[in-house]
């Protein structure tokens, strides 16, 4: 304990600024196609529901109730209900029909063995689909569009 002045006071704290890249859709196909199936069920989902990776990581089966997914977010703690319908019917019915060896998981985004997919991973996997997607870009500006998009 002290009776000295606080040494912070007056020193404005760092702000920083939030990012604000518009993905365009032929950015997003071009990672998409270069990536696995893990990363294009991840894709497809967070496009989708509008959810963070990690709260796509996060889905499981037990989610999916009375025809909607049930989320509740990691960051707000916002509890979500999202109609599954459209193309987010076909990409869940493509995950949920995908067949493992002798196992059902229960999560919804994972890997080859069938185990959830974990954020490095993720992150990694998505890297080596930008790689990919970079190499065979078209032109300069789509390989800039390809090395700025973060998941």
Do not use: H
């Not at 196609?33 to 894709?43: L, P």
């Not at 919804?108 to 490095?120: C, D, H, K, P, Q």
């Not at 300069?140 to 569009?145: L, S």
């Amino acid at each position: 304990m002290t009776d000295l002045p606080n040494p912070c006071l007056g020193i404005k704290g760092f702000r920083e600024k939030g990012r604000d890249t518009y993905i365009d859709d032929a950015t997003f196909k071009a990672v998409w196609e270069a990536a696995d199936w893990s990363i294009r069920d991840a894709m497809d989902l967070a496009y989708l529901t509008g959810q963070r990776p990690a709260d796509v990581l996060k889905l499981s089966r037990t989610d999916i109730k009375d025809g909607a997914l049930w989320v509740t977010q990691n960051k707000t703690g916002k509890k979500l209900r999202i109609v599954i319908e459209g193309y987010l019917a076909e990409v869940i019915e493509r995950i949920t029909n995908r067949r493992y060896k002798s196992i059902i998981p229960m999560a919804i985004v994972v890997n080859e063995r069938g185990e959830r997919l974990s954020a490095f991973a993720l992150r990694g996997r998505f890297k080596t689909a930008k790689k990919l997607a970079e190499e065979n870009a078209s032109t300069p500006e789509q390989k800039k569009a390809i090395k700025e998009f973060q998941f």
